[in-house]
DNA sequence: AATCACTTCCAAAGCGCTTTGGATAGACGC
DNA sequence: GCGTCTATCCAAAGCGCTTTGGAAGTGATT
């Protein structure tokens, strides 16, 4: 069933009854019921093909997922990003395009999704710093949103990101309060903007006690469980040993416990651990008092208003650029206790 | 630039530019070259809401992703089968259409995507016994492919799954081996079909050596990390505690081991672990030898193969019904070992 | 009774592509 | 030189919707 057979079936012109379907004004209240009620009874719905063709609007957000076996950082808060995104696209009526491509051509999907039209907007995962692909959807016109920021980005562009740097700034705090005074670090990617901001949040801490910034103690890699575990490992083989753990997500952190405790170690006691929440819903920092000490922000959240923006800005294409900047919440639990005393 | 730009800056006619960069045959091989290179040099791409109106096909194929509180299982393996989908389907030009909504709307949401012509296809994730949505699909006449299998489905349907009875019945087995009795069941929720088959193959390895069957040691939910913790907290607890473990995934797992080691428990010798490891790419089974004896199959790449199936189908609908069954192997890791001798 | 303003509807022109059904021209055989 | 074939190209008709620019009808106003 189409427009053309249902407004014969009516006796109406097509602009008629797309018009009482579309709730626009010049159309009889009476034939409005008409309407709906006949395109209910025949289940007819709209082509979304056609709509897109004569609107220009696809009412669809592109996503881009890079995926090697190197780099599968998006994973680990992917799903839960996507989850609250699309809770906001459905709200709006907008779906949700997934392209995932080779690493080496993620610029290349980009353009491909805002030229052939296929998407009205697209948000950009993990930035690094400077990161091209900004630049890029400038020139390409299409609206877009960066979840997280871009350091030295050479255009303007909207953005929503967790204050990195604050939140290892206060964890360090935290550690260093409780007086340990030797503290790793179990980093994202150097090259993700985030895991430089976390890096420079835990030097400002220690430099502004005057401790100074050791190398031989900081990792950065793929934040996967194994990583934790044996950055962790290579850690507690140092001839000064770390008291205290700070891991850029929870993931990492499953791996550091297990190295700790396959040690013989406690967790809380002989070895801190204080790790970046992000709320992934099926693997939640325990139930009541958390496992892990933590700086916690809601990747979800985030999802869900990164997509609200976007739809804003699609909407409203001359408004005001965006720049949100929300603060982690520093939860207390288990893993963290008093710096050891020196045996 | 659209095509009718390119064809007049090339003085040919709509019909032999789109015959030229589609193809066909009916085109000098000269004129092709020169259109070809004039589409690079524009940077032409076809409008894919036009195409798609044209040739009535989308090019995208749909997920449907329920999200709610209580139901997050879809998302733990969710990630790594879309990663592997989207493989297949950027090398076929197919796109991923997600479609995230409540719950009670799944149904809906199907029908929608189906009516609207969004899509040319359909996943079907986390069957049910006698789910529903088969019936559905088949009704609405569009191609779908579900990943699992649905255990008394009434219409006829194509699948993929993995042999969970089998892996599970196989994992009891060898605990049983190693002079196990009395062996905890943490499954995932019970109305997955996927569950029940597990569950079948744990009774029946049980059964074959004439062995009780007992509710106390067995549970269901979703599979969560503090879901594994405070089952096995419940089963330690017990007067008769089992000394060994069966996991649904290697998240619950996690939990497990927390809980064993929490009360200075060693796992493999005081608590033996297998879990089924749907080889999750961020949360590696170890590195070398296995953390966990697990029954193993990637849901990458079943995902990969969903979706290669699926597009054979969309291709050629006429073809026979394809339900493929993978035996997941069993991979013998750190966490399990021969029962305690009973003090 | 003529004018005006509204309300309600419609015919037709896109949107940018694919594809059908020729048209044209050169090659070939006789 | 004529008919036939093949290779190459084109005009135009969709695909199913939205939207522009009226037209017809209705009632109020003058």
Redesign the pocket.
Known sequence: M??????EEL????????????G?????????QRVQAAAAAYN????Q???S????QSMQIGHVIPFSTQHEMVNVIFSDFIAGAGESYAKHGYDMLLSVVNDDQEMHAYSELARKGSVDGVIVHGPTRDDPRISLLQELKIPFFVHGRSTDASASYNCLDVNNKRAFQRATDFLLDLGHTRIGLINGLERMDFAQRRRAGYEAALRARGLSVDPKIMHSDEMTEPYGHSATCALLDLEDPPTAVLASSIVPALGVRRAVEERGLTVGKDVSIICFDDAISYMPNGKGEPIFTATRSSVRDAGRRCAELLIGLIQNPDQAPVAELWEAELVVGQSTGPAPQKG
């Not at 189409?2 to 407004?7: F, G, H, I, M, Y």
């Not at 626009?24 to 409005?32: D, H, K, L, M, Q």
């Not at 063709?53 to 220009?56: F, K």
């Open positions: 189409n427009l053309r057979q249902l407004s006796g109406l012109s097509q602009t008629t009854v797309s018009r009482a379907l579309n626009y004004p010049e159309v009889n209240e009476a034939t409005r007819y719905r709209p082509s093909r056609a709509k063709l004569a609107t220009g």
